[in-house]
């Protein structure tokens, strides 16, 4: 069987589990109400929580940095070197975050493999929650050191796992997400510092879908609960509109970032529209306070009148609302029938969640309306009745 065959027949393996994903095509900007395929929907699977994708200061700022600055930033810094917008990000980005320094890099993904890597090597240890994002389970992989998986929020289990393998690792690291992408539940954070200080271990926590939502001003879960981790990692294209992540950690930390990281070095650097864009989002999200009560409302919202239809939908914290299904086939049924009621939710699927939990991945917004909310609560409540008559 020649090569192309061969693709084929893996594509169709992916089409007969139920596990072929084809992205939509939206034109124009993200929003509450997007156009997708050149439809008008109700968009409730975005990760821009506070709304601000679409904020006209934040384009402007975009807009002047590529007259000003140009549209790229011509090659990895360590070969073209750092231009001001980094620096001056950087030192915003460290200081919102309450840490020496910050080191940017191109996606949350980078970040993670990056860091970890950056890290820790063979005669290592590193001890991830059983639920953590791909980036960070990748990361663990990549650096060669010994992986520890503990039980999602388990931390018995990672204490035991503690006593047991960290006498026999050179360093160690613990790392977690804050706020939970699948499942929108949160890290014991106080626990885990307590842990990394009782065995002399590093503590990695990814604010990703915390930072912006959660804390004051809106800078994540650790600042939340009062824990001050080694290693922060912060994105920017959840709810600062636009896309990025940054590491904040201790200066010592972040240079060896720079020098280590494969994922910093061998990329190339952001360009500066997409920085002074972020540094634009800053205030903005900083000050949002009225967008989280705002989120947190229409998440609480949608949270009850899911359940009170019947639907299996976990306790959480925050804009992540899954509503557990199961069953592949069942799930993207579900999806394209909210679809065709103009309410765009996606179904999510293994391998991002285990097999048997495939799920409907809901997320508020700060932006969404009452009759959003309301427009999506009937499309539910027709659909699951039209799908399970179907069946």
């Given at each position: ?40 929907v109700l968009c409730f ?160 926590i990814d604010e990703a ?11 994540g879960l650790a600042a ?168």
């Amino acid at each position: 069987m020649g090569f192309q065959s061969q693709i084929e027949e893996a594509l169709q393996e992916l089409e007969n589990a139920g596990l072929r994903r084809s992205p939509p095509q939206i034109s124009g900007p993200q929003g509450r109400e997007i156009q997708l395929n050149g439809r008008a929907v109700l968009c409730f699977c975005s990760n821009n929580y506070l709304g601000l994708a679409d904020h006209p200061d934040i384009a402007a700022a975009a807009q002047l940095a590529a007259q000003d600055e140009g549209a790229g930033s011509g090659a990895s810094r360590l070969i073209s070197g750092t231009m001001d917008a980094h620096v001056e990000a950087e030192a915003a980005l460290a200081a919102y975050a309450g840490m020496e320094s910050a080191v940017l890099f191109s996606s949350g993904y980078a970040a993670n493999i990056g860091t970890i890597q950056a890290l820790l090597g063979p005669g290592d240890a590193v001890f991830s929650d059983a639920l953590n994002h791909a980036s960070l389970i990748d990361g663990c992989r990549l650096s060669r050191a010994q992986v520890h998986v503990y039980q999602h929020r388990d931390t018995e289990h990672l204490a035991s796992l503690l006593e047991s393998e960290r006498p026999k690792a050179r360093r160690a690291l613990i790392v977690s997400d804050s706020l939970f992408s699948m499942d929108g539940d949160l890290a014991p954070l106080g626990s885990l510092s307590e842990l990394a200080t009782r065995h002399a271990a590093g503590l990695m926590i990814d604010e990703a879908h915390a930072l912006g939502v959660l804390g004051p001003e809106g800078r994540g879960l650790a600042a939340e609960q009062g824990v001050r981790p080694d290693i922060l990692v912060g994105t920017l294209g959840k709810s600062f509109g636009v896309a990025g992540a940054f590491v904040a950690a201790s200066s010592d930390m972040a240079s060896l970032l720079r020098n280590r990281a494969r994922s910093f070095v061998y990329s190339t650097a952001p360009p500066p529209p997409l920085l002074r864009a972020a540094m634009a989002a800053l205030p903005l999200v900083r000050d949002a306070e009225a967008r989280r009560s705002a989120l947190m409302a229409n998440a609480s919202r949608l949270r009850v009148e899911l359940r009170a239809l019947g639907l299996e939908v976990p306790e959480g914290v925050g804009p992540i609302i899954p509503v557990l299904i199961g069953e592949n086939a069942h799930t993207m049924r579900l999806s394209a029938g909210l679809l065709e009621r103009g309410v765009f939710v996606q179904g999510i699927r293994p391998p991002t969640v285990a097999p048997g939990s495939a799920r409907l991945r809901l997320t508020a917004m700060a932006t969404h309306r009452s009759e959003d909310i309301d427009k999506a609560i009937e499309a539910f409540a027709v659909t699951i009745e039209r799908v399970q008559g179907d069946e």
